[in-house]
């Protein structure tokens, strides 16, 4: 029986291509785009992570018991007091670093370093491809690191690597699936106790195993207990407790909420062309109606008709599935281009058969949803009248039309919500780009570069490392000026803590003390980079480090700690390298640091030479007349000419902006072309049902003109039909949309989710849409003959 249904179905879909490729190709971009969005979903949200006993992986974090907030880190004390204490860990190791110069076969390079304890590798439990778990002092390195470097991966052992001016051996390579910390590729084993064991410095992550018998609740009372008797112990442990979570929550949290809203919009997508086939099918339906009595004569029950609809059904599923397939393919390649770098876990990403199930599963619910109204218009239909009538128009009743209307403003409603959110995301993406950064990006190009550098000594003299650097790189062709920073806006390796006023504050356990950003700057780094100088000086050659210590605040420093008063010559200390009062010079412009999305918080700029342990590892603002990048080879050749162990690499500063809000342009652009979609898919539903309506309704409409009826009138009633269904859908839009605000809202920067511009604009959009799609039904029936219309009746 089923195969019968199965052939006839297949019959049916042939005998009309043109309704089948439409239905095909409109559920096959919804199936596809829903299984491109999943795949990126379930490789970075829903799989496990790639290490044995991932479930048991968390990490330890610290809680404000003020705010509530939580800090991924711990300070040297408070881990090694959780060490001691906690009972509810198998293993527990600190890891910090990032992308740092390295030397290996005599050149340098920037890569991905972590500085980690043996402990690290019994908490991840990955065995290396060659060699052994690293002892204090050895390395590990990625097996990518071990082939780049040595063409395979058993010719790395033995092999050194240097980090820091000190030559490390190579105990192992890690295999590709090895990722931690992301983009990681050499892991440097150091001992045990931490070097700072202070309670206000937030230096380490810590990443944890539980024992087999313990679980996240247990160990989150274990670390509250640990927590409450510190408090007890230590001032500065008043204010704060631990906790703990998922390795898997922790690494992927701040992106859940902007996957699951773009799983959202495209399950919308689905949901549109769902009732865009519905409204195909029951078109197709009444033009069917006759054949359907027919069969019922010879035979055929109700539900043997309704099963053959369900059946025709599946099938136009399945071939949409297969469509949505293959271009689920280049979706998620296309998606993968596009992601932002920072987004977690994209090696993971593929369609893989979890993917396909989806497709699979998909495809058939679809089939399911836009079934319904076929088979419940063909459970309502009288077949003995169907037979008694005839005619090129088919059968229709008024439950078929209002069910059609309904389903067309429930596309447009659907269409309302995404067209809205992509409006709320454009908005916000508009104000980042235009946003008052408080410095120029154009025309800059950035050279990270790291001397390597491990005793006092050598730190100091990085600094005339630099210097030279700096002199030597100002008088290539095309260059206008050029400076050094630890902090580069929108950049890495900035630094921030607690600072102190002389006849203020007072640096004492438990004190509550400002914070503000802390940056190193060289002499004219404020006027490369376009950072107005308010008051005072720029750093000079002279505040070397014997020189009395100096620094610049920023203008909400000033305001924040000065607000009366003038803050050139007051005195400062800051929890930096060195505890000596700092004298104010001046006092500069304030910036977005981190990217336009950051707000304007106080900074204090100390001068380089200064501060040398942080000093070997800068970026090189290089201001130019030319074409940025442009310059790159020059610089690099002038750099590494006299300094060849320095690891660089090359940016420009307007790439840096652009990259730090990539998340919000990824976004942005995805569900702007969803509801661009939905807005097309909507557009057609509506359509159809107003073309429908005119063919059904021509009769009645010739007669209208017949008796002297304007044009105007009569496309005044195929216009109201229109822009009724259009209200009906936007009212169930608006609805919608201001019940998900609080979910956009972690979206958007600078607008409310309730903004009444994008409201309207999403309105009338919406509306203009409908009016479009209704311009062909509206000219024909203005063009209907009447004398033709009621011959052909």
């Not at 699951?260 to 339906?285: E, F, P, S, W, Y």
């Not at 780094?525 to 107005?532: M, R």
């Not at 995805?670 to 159809?688: E, K, N, R, W």
């Not at 479009?772 to 219309?789: E, F, G, L, N, S």
Request: proline share 5%.
């Amino acid at each position: 029986m089923l195969s019968t249904d199965l052939k006839q179905a297949i019959r049916w879909l042939r005998k009309s291509p043109g309704f089948t490729l439409v239905a095909v190709a409109t559920l096959g971009a919804g199936i596809g785009l829903n299984t491109a969005i999943f795949s990126v979903v379930h490789g970075v949200l829903l799989a496990p992570l790639s290490f044995p006993d991932e479930q048991r992986i968390v990490s330890i974090s610290t809680r404000s018991l003020e705010t509530g907030r939580e800090t991924p880190r711990m300070t040297g004390g408070d881990l090694e007091d959780v060490r001691k204490q906690a009972g509810s860990f198998e293993a527990l190791s600190r890891y910090y670093g990032g992308e740092m110069g390295v030397q290996v076969n005599g050149r340098a390079e920037f890569t991905g370093v972590s500085f980690v304890e043996d402990g690290f590798y019994r908490v991840f439990g990955t065995a290396p491809v060659a060699g052994h778990a690293p002892a204090e002092g050895q390395v590990a390195v990625s097996e990518s690191f071990a082939l780049r470097n040595f063409g395979r991966a058993g010719d790395a052992l033995g092999r050194t690597v240097s980090v820091e001016g000190k030559s490390y051996e190579i105990a192992a390579v890690m295999p590709f699936t090895y990722q931690f910390p992301r983009k990681s590729n050499l892991w440097l084993t150091m001992p045990s106790r931490p070097e700072n064991l202070n309670r206000t410095a937030y230096n380490y992550r810590v990443a944890a195993k539980l024992k087999p018998d313990v679980s996240v609740d247990q160990a989150r009372a274990d670390l509250s207990a640990i927590g409450a008797r510190l408090a007890a112990s230590y001032p500065e442990n008043r204010k704060k407790t631990f906790t703990t979570a998922p390795m898997r929550d922790q690494l992927v949290g701040p992106v859940r909420t902007m996957l699951l809203v773009l799983m959202g919009a495209v399950a919308l997508v689905l949901l549109i062309a769902c009732a865009n086939v519905a409204n195909l099918l029951l078109a197709r339906a009444t033009t069917r109606v006759r054949e359907m009595a027919v069969r019922a004569a010879l035979g055929a029950g109700r539900g043997r008709i309704i099963r053959q609809l369900l059946t025709e059904s599946l099938v136009l599923g399945l071939l949409g599935g297969l469509a949505g397939c293959a271009l689920a393919y280049l979706g998620t390649d296309t998606m993968l281009r596009l992601a932002p770098e920072n987004l977690p876990r994209l090696n993971e990403v593929r369609v893989d058969t979890t993917t396909l199930v989806f497709a699979t599963l998909i495809s058939m619910v679809s089939a399911v949803l836009f079934s319904l109204a076929p088979a419940w218009q063909a459970s309502r239909v009288d077949l003995n009248e169907a037979l008694k009538r005839s005619g090129g128009r088919g059968v229709g009743n008024r439950g078929s039309h209002r069910l059609r209307g309904a389903l067309a403003s429930a596309e447009i409603a659907l269409a309302f919500v995404l067209a809205l959110g992509a409006g709320l995301l454009m908005k916000s993406f508009l104000g980042l780009t235009s946003a008052d950064l408080g410095f120029r990006p154009d025309g800059v190009l950035v050279m990270y570069a790291h001397v390597p550098a491990n005793e006092e000594a050598e730190y100091k003299r990085a600094t005339g490392t630099f210097e030279k650097i700096l002199r030597d790189v100002s008088v290539l062709p095309g260059v206008k000026s050029a400076s050094a920073a630890m902090g580069m806006p929108a950049g890495q390796y900035g630094s921030n803590g607690s600072y102190a006023v002389e006849g203020k504050h007072v640096f004492a356990p438990g004190a509550k003390l400002p914070e503000a950003g802390f940056r190193l700057a060289s002499p004219g780094y404020f006027s490369t980079l376009g950072i107005p100088l308010l008051r005072g000086r720029d750093f000079s050659e002279r505040d070397q480090y014997s020189a009395p210590l100096v620094a610049i605040i920023s203008q909400a420093l000033a305001r924040e700690t000065f607000p009366n008063e003038d803050p050139l010559g007051k005195r400062m200390k800051c929890g930096l390298d060195r505890d000596e009062w700092m004298t104010v010079v001046g006092v500069v412009g304030d910036i977005r640091s981190d990217s336009p999305a950051a707000k304007l918080a106080p900074e204090i700029y100390m001068a380089f030479q200064q501060h040398p342990y942080f000093a070997n590892e800068l970026q090189v603002a290089i201001r130019t007349s030319i074409a940025p990048a442009s310059l790159t080879e020059a610089v690099r050749s002038t750099v590494a000419r006299t300094n060849p162990g320095i690891a660089m690499k090359f940016t420009t500063l307007s790439d840096m902006v652009s990259e730090s809000i990539s998340a919000p342009r990824f976004r942005t652009f995805l569900v702007g072309i969803f509801a661009a979609l939905a807005l097309l898919l909507a557009m057609a539903g509506i359509h159809g049902v107003m073309s429908y309506a005119v063919a059904q309704r021509t009769p009645e409409l010739g007669l209208r003109m017949a008796l002297g009826a304007p044009v105007s009138s009569v496309a005044g009633l195929v216009l109201g039909k229109a822009l009724m269904l259009a209200g009906a859908g936007i009212a169930v839009g608006l609805a919608l949309s201001l019940a998900s605000g609080k979910v956009m809202q972690s979206l958007l920067v600078g607008v409310k989710p309730a903004d009444a511009f994008t409201y309207a604009a999403a309105v009338v959009g919406v509306i203009l849409a409908v009016l479009t799609a209704t311009a062909v039904p509206v000219w024909r029936a203005t063009r209907i003959d009447p004398v033709v219309a009621l011959r052909d009746e």
